[in-house]
């Protein structure tokens, strides 16, 4: 079955970087795109970028334009989400998500100094 | 970008009872819209796509409608399990854009 599983929890100083994985398994990863989204703490969803894993196109919100980088890997069938400059609004859950069916598991990325 | 608004923020629902919920885009979106749920410590199910095709092993009584800039999610005859917060987004337009959510709590 088509499943998503990201990387462990993650805490980190203000100032710093981030970089979450996704590994897709159970389809052809190639073939369909990946998206982000972001939850803080009681909050709702919020989309943050996107990569058509074949070819390797972007898109992404202009609020982490120039902060944020989508890439992915198609021979370990994987996506990564890297936030740099990261402030403690920037405390969330990130989400993989694969064309908007499936979801991973969620990684919890807390900013605190 | 698209702002999706969703209302009300709360529904207070007694179990069998139906249930309707509103999403409304600030442009077009066509069909282009989901649906999703979460309940507490999970992640985002998909519920409904295309604004109103139910996802795979989605209940019958999830039903979706709608399409330019209105749209609703029915429940019918909750049920425990569908106590939880419900999502919009659009994918008609970048940045794909959420709703605020939805709870539906029991009454």
């Known amino acids: 079955q088509v499943q998503l599983v990201q990387s462990g929890a993650e805490v980190r100083k203000p100032g710093a970087s981030v970089k979450v994985s996704c590994k897709a398994s159970g389809y052809t990863f190639s073939t369909s795109s990946m998206h982000w989204v972001r939850q803080a703490p009681g909050q709702g969803l919020e989309w943050v970028g996107w990569?058509?894993?074949?070819?390797?196109?972007?898109k992404y919100s202009q609020k982490f334009q120039g902060r944020v980088t989508i890439t992915r890997d198609t021979s370990a069938s994987t996506a990564y989400m890297e936030l740099s400059s990261l402030t403690s609004e920037d405390t969330a859950i990130y989400y993989c998500?694969?064309?908007?069916?499936?979801w991973g598991q969620g990684t919890t990325v807390t900013v605190t100094s | 970008e698209i702002v999706m608004t969703q209302s009300p923020a709360t529904l207070s629902v007694s179990p069998g009872e139906s249930t309707t919920l509103s999403c409304r885009a600030s442009?077009?979106?066509?069909?282009?819209l989901v649906w999703y749920q979460q309940k507490p410590g999970q992640a985002p199910r998909l519920l409904i796509y295309?604004?109103?095709t139910r996802a795979t092993g989605i209940p019958a009584r999830f039903s979706g409608s709608g399409s330019g800039t209105e749209f609703t999610l029915t429940i019918s005859s909750l049920q425990s399990e569908d106590f939880a917060v419900y999502y919009c987004?659009?994918?008609?337009?970048?940045?794909?854009?959420f709703g605020q959510g939805t709870k539906v709590e029991i009454k």
């Open positions: 295309g604004a109103s």
């Open positions: 987004q659009q994918y008609n337009n970048w940045p794909r854009t």
């Open positions: 990569i058509n894993a074949g070819n390797g196109d972007t």
């Open positions: 998500m694969k064309d908007g069916d499936v």
């Open positions: 442009q077009s979106v066509g069909s282009n």
